[in-house]
T-cell receptor
Framework: KAGVTQTPRYLIKTRGQQVTLSCSPI?????VSWYQQTPGQGLQFLFE???????NKGNFPGRFSGRQFSNSRSEMNVSTLELGDSALYLC??????????????FGAGSRLTVL | KNEVEQSPQNLTAQEGEFITINCSYS?????LHWLQQHPGGGIVSLFM???GKKKHGRLIATINIQEKHSSLHITASHPRDSAVYIC??????????FGTGTSLTVIP
């Protein structure tokens, strides 16, 4: 069974540009969540999608957005990049039943550097 | 104010020692996760708990919902256990909150 696949693994952008990151969940998983990890702030929750709907969102500015497609693949977009957006972006997938709380399987992450 | 507090922040142990990492949280939760992160970034989910106790190999996780506290125990620690261990909770509002992590080094 293939794991959670994130692309690209590494990328370098300059301030003001935008970036799109992709996450392909484990087959059969319908929930995808996104996280930002930095040395200063640690892990922080960005948003969660289930069946193409954003179920909840963390405390990030509107420059951070995402979407989920009918095949459960998800993308997140960061517009007008700032130096502080340099981070490891992780996604996780889960099979979300009625309780909404299931084991998370993480991807390897996309490491974004903003110059 | 951090919704999730972990202790200790850093821990060094000799191979074979029994290790305990603690996690306290302040919000109502539907689930608590223990995560392991090795250098290089990859995160592995070790346990998801909503009550009681779970065991997997040398790892044991417990949770006390009334006291809002969880512990991760590693029995007979091994150098390959060296990693950062992160406690995360899913609140009733479907937000995720993370502890700052416990960096564990096991010396042969």
């Amino acid at each position: 069974k293939a794991g959670v696949t994130q692309t690209p693994r590494y990328l370098i952008k300059t301030r003001g540009q935008q970036v799109t990151l992709s996450c392909s969940p484990i087959s059969g998983h319908r929930s995808v969540s996104w996280y930002q990890q930095t040395p200063g702030q640690g892990l922080q929750f960005l948003f969660e999608y289930f069946s193409e709907t954003q179920r909840n969102k963390g405390n990030f500015p509107g420059r951070f957005s995402g979407r989920q497609f009918s095949n459960s693949r998800s993308e997140m977009n960061v517009s007008t990049l700032e130096l502080g957006d340099s981070a490891l972006y992780l996604c996780a997938s889960s099979f979300t039943g009625l309780t909404g709380a299931n084991v998370l399987t993480f991807g390897a992450g996309s490491r974004l550097t903003v110059l | 104010k951090n919704e999730v507090e972990q202790s200790p922040q850093n821990l060094t142990a000799q191979e074979g020692e029994f290790i305990t990492i603690n996690c306290s949280y302040s919000v109502g939760i539907s689930a608590l996760h223990w995560l392991q992160q090795h250098p290089g970034g990859g995160i592995v989910s070790l346990f998801m708990l909503s009550s009681g106790k779970k065991k997997h190999g040398r790892l044991i996780a417990t949770i006390n919902i009334q006291e809002k506290h969880s512990s991760l125990h590693i029995t007979a620690s091994h150098p390959r256990d060296s990693a950062v261990y992160i406690c995360a909770v899913r609140s009733y509002g479907n937000q995720f909150y993370f502890g700052t992590g416990t960096s564990l080094t096991v010396i042969p």
